[in-house]
Structures are given as structure tokens and as C-alpha cells.
């Protein structure tokens, strides 16, 4: 089970930091994403990052002001949100599965993460 947190409402310019801890599950080798919907929208995926690799790969809106990380002492992912946009709210996700190889990771996050098996609830991020 993963449990997504961190999110809020914050003013653009600001920044946030999101954490998705799985429970009872300790990663190894998955493939890692995360994910936002925005009212009306499709999901798309916003950045992927695989845990037996390491290196990470953000889509083109969120690169340069986005950052996803692991903690394997503490078994969660992250992303760190700067220079937030108000198109940047949507509820966002995060989302694993171990099948896949570092190099499915990254076309299957950008595709928006259909094949992901493992899956969070969601939190929120507004951005005005």
C-alpha cells in the first residue's frame, strides 16, 4: 500500500514537498513515478525514478523546478516541488510497480502511468 502526503495550497513561486511511504512493502527494484490529474484533464505523468538505477526523469512542464527522490532507511519516496505554478494543481499521485526495468520506466511514466500495478490515494495540490 502506498500513502501519499505533503500536499496543500500554496501562493505561485512557493514550494512543497510530497511523500509516498509504502506500507508493508519495502522496495527493491521497482520503477517509481509520479502522477497528477487535473479536474477535466488526463493523468500525466510528472516524473519516474527507478530504484535499483537511481536517476531520475521528469517530464518537460515540471524539469528543472521538480525533484523526485528515495529514502531507502525510510522506504519513501519524494517529490520536491519548487517554483509551483498555478497549472501545476491537480491531485497528485505516486505509483510503483516492480516488473518493469529501468529503461520501461521512463516511456511508461510518460504514458501516463496505465501500467503501473501498485497505486496511492492521491494528494491534493493548489497553487494560486
Known amino acids: 500500500q502506498l500513502v501519499e502526503s505533503g500536499g496543500g495550497s500554496v501562493q505561485a513561486g512557493g514550494s512543497l514537498r510530497l511523500s509516498c511511504v509504502a506500507s508493508?512493502?519495502?522496495?527493491?527494484?521497482?520503477?517509481m513515478g509520479w502522477f497528477r490529474q487535473a479536474p477535466g484533464k488526463e493523468r500525466e505523468g510528472v516524473a519516474s525514478?527507478?530504484?535499483?538505477?537511481?536517476?531520475?526523469y521528469y517530464a518537460d512542464p515540471v524539469r528543472g523546478r521538480f525533484t523526485i527522490s528515495h529514502d531507502r532507511t525510510k522506504n519513501t519516496l519524494y517529490l520536491d516541488m519548487d517554483l509551483l505554478k498555478p497549472e501545476d494543481t491537480a491531485m497528485y499521485y505516486c505509483?510503483?510497480?516492480?516488473?518493469?526495468?529501468?529503461?520501461?520506466?521512463?516511456?511508461?511514466?510518460?504514458?501516463?502511468?496505465?501500467?503501473?500495478?501498485?497505486w496511492g490515494q492521491g494528494t491534493q495540490v493548489t497553487v494560486s
Open positions: 505509483a510503483a510497480d516492480l516488473r518493469w526495468s529501468s529503461a520501461q520506466c521512463i516511456p511508461l511514466m510518460l504514458a501516463g502511468g496505465v501500467e503501473f500495478a501498485d
Open positions: 525514478l527507478h530504484t535499483a538505477v537511481g536517476t531520475p
Open positions: 508493508g512493502y519495502t522496495y527493491g527494484s521497482d520503477c
